[in-house]
């Protein structure tokens, strides 16, 4: 039992570049997020998704892309990558007044 | 002002000692109130998980929820090394899917 799977680890992006972090689940849970955690900032919310085929912005959107197409499934996409996007980015799910439960994060790194 | 207030620490402590972390939050609507434990390079693990106001424990430790003053403290007993992470309160709202609004975190140094 994996719980929440993100990949890559790490990765070193140039500027204008795209990407896509992945995020998957076997925890057959409904909702699922999207964070990045800067210094100072704590944890923001960038887009989330109550189901397959249901997404909506949160606080920080601008520049990112989600989709979900199945339950386990969430990747998060780099249009054109920006030095302001370098973070530590964690994907969370959880299922309705239950906690989050996080992956280990994907460190990128913009230059 | 934050939503959620918490000091940032770091917060230093002797092993075997009384830890208190504290968060402060403006939202009255808040229902459910979680902290999380990071280590450095991980990802936050859910440690308590409460609802409304009162206390929780689970082994050396203590959720504390006072709603009327919007005060939530963990409080951790016997302090060990391995307790050394960073400590995020999140309080929400209920019902379907709520944003957790997160803390900045509170970083504690437990010293052999």
């Known amino acids: 039992n994996a719980g929440v799977t993100q990949t890559p680890k790490f990765q070193v992006l140039k500027t204008g570049q795209s990407m896509t972090l992945q995020c998957a689940q076997d925890?057959?849970?409904?909702?699922m997020s999207w964070y990045r955690q800067d210094p100072g900032m704590g944890l923001r919310l960038i887009h989330y998704?109550?189901?397959?085929?249901?997404?909506d912005q949160g606080e920080v959107p601008n520049g990112y892309n989600v989709s979900r197409s199945t339950t386990e499934d969430f990747p998060l996409r780099l249009l054109s990558a920006a030095p302001s996007q370098t973070s530590v980015y964690f994907c969370?799910?959880?299922?309705?007044?239950?906690?989050?439960?996080f992956g280990d994060g994907t460190r990128l790194s913009i230059l | 002002q934050k939503e959620v207030e918490q000091d940032p620490g770091p917060l230093s402590v002797p092993e075997g000692a009384i830890v208190s972390l504290n968060c402060t939050y403006s939202?009255?609507?808040?229902?459910?109130f979680m902290w999380y434990r990071q280590y450095s390079r991980k990802g936050p693990e859910l440690l308590m998980y409460?609802?409304?106001?009162g206390n929780k424990e689970d082994g050396r430790f203590t959720a504390q929820v006072d709603k009327s003053s919007k005060y939530i403290s963990l409080f951790i007993r016997d302090s060990q090394p391995s307790d050394s992470a960073t400590y995020l309160c999140?309080?929400?709202?209920?019902?379907?899917?709520?944003?957790?609004?997160f803390g900045i975190g509170t970083k504690l140094q437990v010293i052999p």
């Open positions: 939202n009255s609507a808040f229902q459910y």
């Open positions: 969370a799910t959880s299922d309705s007044n239950q906690p989050q439960h």
């Open positions: 999140a309080p929400r709202d209920s019902g379907g899917y709520q944003k957790v609004t």
């Open positions: 998704s109550v189901g397959a085929g249901i997404t």
């Open positions: 925890m057959n849970h409904e909702y």
């Open positions: 409460t609802y409304s106001s």
